[in-house]
């Protein structure tokens, strides 16, 4: 746990925190309240990149979570922005890409029907996330982000929601913020014994094996032995679309040709 003495705004707290835990892509659309949010980032030298509307923003943090294993960072407006933003959470989500969504929102006291651009923005992503939480007070955002950015990578990786009330973003918390210690890399999973020994003997006794290569192929770059693996037994393959790339396509026993089959 690491302490910052300094003066700093709820802005450079998201920041911070963010970039403390490893975060380097943030995608987004600036407006009322998180540009200051966005200047912050850039700031402690975090890549922002500017997008013309949320969902492709959200997609783009998606799928940089799919290529790097770790999460993407989505930074929205309040209500619509936040909206738009649900397609390529509900995505990443849905295909096991960490990613992480930080959404502006009503001022604290505001949290009800009539504050500008209202939504229940936490309510809702719940359904198309891991996590979902807004931070109680300044001092709580580091804690939020190192947790999000544990459960977007650790178990069965997906999205996360951070909540960002509107009165935190220029708000300065003139005591000791503590930041939590970057989030360790999640550990190896290794499947159950008898599991190994079930699908080894279903293999052995199948008279027309196939082997569908996925994406957990992918994530885990066990290109070398699946390969091994395939010429050894000489077993006809495909990949799944989230599959491709592990073997290629024109290895001789790959029959993705014959796929709709």
Not at 167 to 196: D, T, Y
Not at 218 to 223: E, L, R
Request: charged share 20%.
């Amino acid at each position: 746990m690491e302490e910052e003495n300094a003066n700093l705004t709820g802005a450079e707290i998201v920041a911070h925190s963010l970039k403390k835990q490893g975060v380097e892509y943030v995608f987004g659309v600036v407006g009322v309240p998180i540009v200051e949010v966005a200047q912050a980032l850039q700031q402690v030298g975090i890549k922002y990149i500017g997008m013309r509307n949320e969902q492709s923003a959200s997609y783009a943090a998606g799928a940089i979570g799919f290529l790097t294993g770790f999460p993407g960072v989505c930074l929205v407006v309040s209500g619509p922005g936040l909206i738009h933003a649900l397609g390529g959470m509900a995505n990443a989500n849905e295909n096991c890409w960490p990613m992480i969504v930080v959404g502006g929102s009503s001022d604290e006291d505001q949290q009800c029907m009539g504050a500008f651009q209202e939504f229940p923005q936490v309510e809702a992503c719940r359904q198309y996330s891991k996590f979902s939480a807004r931070p109680t007070s300044l001092g709580a955002i580091p804690l939020v982000v190192e947790k999000a950015v544990r459960m977007a990578t650790y178990g069965r990786p997906g999205a996360c929601y951070i909540d960002i009330p509107g009165n935190f973003v220029n708000e300065v918390e003139k005591c000791n913020i503590r930041f939590p210690s970057k989030c360790e890399r999640p550990p190896k999973i290794l499947a159950e014994v008898m599991l190994v020994t079930k699908a080894s003997t279903l293999l052995h006794e199948a008279k027309k094996p196939l082997v569908v290569v996925g994406k957990g192929a992918a994530y885990d770059n066990a290109g070398k032995e699946i390969k091994n693996f395939i010429e050894a037994h000489c077993l006809p393959f495909l990949p799944t679309p989230m599959g491709k790339g592990v073997l290629s396509d024109d290895h001789e026993l790959c029959v993705a040709a014959a796929r709709s089959r």
